[in-house]
């Protein structure tokens, strides 16, 4: 798929949802301003809209009903905000059995898993132009005990008139997009509006630029733009060494005809420290390692990705709709980050939109993807490389329901079709798990934040 294409697929997905007919938070930080999640978030949590723009480009210090402690050099909320938020699953796929000692223990078995993560949030105001957010893991992935920090970061922000400047330092297991980002594409692997499958619904999360990072972000917004220039590292701040990969984000941002729309786009580069063999990142249902990393070298950080996003009523419906395309070209030289075990460039074109059916209520969610693995497919299927870029392609139908603003009940089903797949995959691979084991993912999450 050359650029033209992806480029004019974006223009019309955009113009379409523009032109359709037209009618009429996380709870820690509902605590500081004195409002509904549904203030900041558009549908539901992760997804934000212009006021969550608005509040997160100001560093998180809007205070609203809260009193604030204020004196020479303080001001403060006179409450530390936090809040609880957590999830639990089932997930199916229809891979053959992974056993573990005989018990049948993977996701190609069924499992429920309770709860998937528990995290403690605490954030908001730190200063009249300082404001920070931090997010704990209680328990990850169902392990108790697998405590650690997920996210940390403390805006500096101060308004010069025609824009807001920021000096963010930062630390997140979600990408260095995590340092500042506000739309809704998957930029960030927490704004995906589906968070079972982002893969299928992000061009970046297909990709894998969800892994760790940390370093400083200087930022440039206001209401109808935002860029990002960051400096970071893939090694968590253990005093490896100075961040020396690179990352920039733009995004413009405006109504039409009465849609919320931006379009923007992400580079990384550079080279980066790692503390471990780097694992792949990114794909969906296993996890291919076919020639990983040197622990502790040195690997690449080498990717590029535009994306674009529109919200807006639709026949008195909430709409959003997503679109992204993502690359990272493979390295003859060193590992790249984001294709650690292709031989060919990994990419991805993804489409996703999300209907509020009942607003406030009830959501439908689509989404098709069509990817390239980087993998030969000659190899994938084990014979002789082939030159051929191996396809892995996904659709996902979804749903969300919300019992209360705070709690979501999210299902959805997706389907992987390609030469990662089926029966050309070599049994061997299948075995060891180096290949998607699987083409179908049934997924079922409660949500909830107090």
């Not at 379409?16 to 938070?25: D, G, R, T, V, Y």
């Not at 995290?119 to 132009?129: K, M, Y």
């Not at 920021?166 to 506000?182: L, M, R, W, Y």
């Not at 961040?243 to 786009?265: E, H, K, L, Q």
């Amino acid at each position: 798929m050359n650029m033209q294409k992806i480029t004019l697929s974006m223009v019309g997905l955009l113009a379409a949802a523009a032109f359709a007919p037209e009618a009429s938070a996380i709870p820690a930080f509902a605590r500081q301003v004195g409002m509904a999640c549904s203030a900041c978030h558009y549908q539901h949590f992760p997804a934000i809209n212009a006021f969550g723009r608005a509040f997160k480009e100001g560093g998180y210090t809007m205070v609203g009903a809260q009193e604030k402690i204020e004196g020479d050099g303080i001001s403060l909320p006179n409450t530390l905000n936090a809040a609880l938020v957590g999830s639990a699953g089932y997930q199916k796929t229809n891979g053959p059995s992974q056993s573990v000692n005989s018990v049948k223990s993977s996701s190609n078995d069924g499992q429920l898993v309770l709860p998937q993560g528990v995290s403690l949030f605490l954030g908001g105001r730190g200063g009249e132009h300082v404001g920070f957010e931090a997010e704990i893991a209680l328990n990850s992935g169902g392990v108790a005990g697998s405590a650690g920090i997920i996210r940390f970061k403390v805006p500096f922000v101060y308004d010069l008139g025609a824009v807001k400047a920021s000096i963010i330092p930062f630390a997140t297991a979600n990408g260095v997009a995590d340092s500042f980002e506000v739309l809704n594409t998957g930029a960030v692997n927490v704004h995906a509006f589906n968070q079972q499958d982002m893969p299928a619904v992000s061009a970046q999360q297909y990709i894998g630029t969800g892994g760790a990072a940390h370093g400083v972000a200087f930022v440039a917004d206001n209401e109808n733009f935002f860029v990002n220039v960051a400096k970071w590292g893939a090694t968590p701040g253990d005093g490896s060494g100075a961040p020396s990969s690179n990352y920039v984000r733009a995004a413009w941002t405006t109504d039409f005809s009465g849609f919320d729309t931006a379009i923007g786009g992400q580079y990384w580069g550079g080279t980066s420290a790692t503390s471990s063999t780097p694992a792949q990142i990114g794909g969906t249902l296993a996890v291919p390692v076919l020639s990983p990393g040197v622990a502790g070298g040195p690997v690449d950080t080498k990717a590029w990705a535009i994306d674009a996003q529109t919200m807006g009523d639709v026949g008195g419906m909430p709409l959003l709709v997503t679109a992204s395309y993502a690359r990272a070209p493979s390295d003859t030289t060193r590992t790249n980050l984001f294709n650690q075990t292709g031989t060919m460039n990994k990419s991805s074109f993804n489409i996703g939109a999300e209907l509020g059916v009942v607003p406030n209520k009830a959501t439908v969610q689509l989404a098709l993807r069509r990817a390239s693995s980087g993998l030969d497919a000659g190899t994938v299927s084990g014979a002789a490389a082939t030159g051929k870029n191996a396809s892995d392609n996904a659709y996902l139908i979804g749903g969300t329901y919300a019992m209360a603003l705070n709690t979501r009940l999210e299902l959805s089903y997706s389907k992987y079709s390609g030469g990662m797949y089926g029966a050309s995959v070599a049994a061997a691979d299948l075995a060891a798990n180096t290949v998607y084991a699987g083409d179908s993912l049934i997924a079922a999450t409660l949500w909830f934040g107090f």
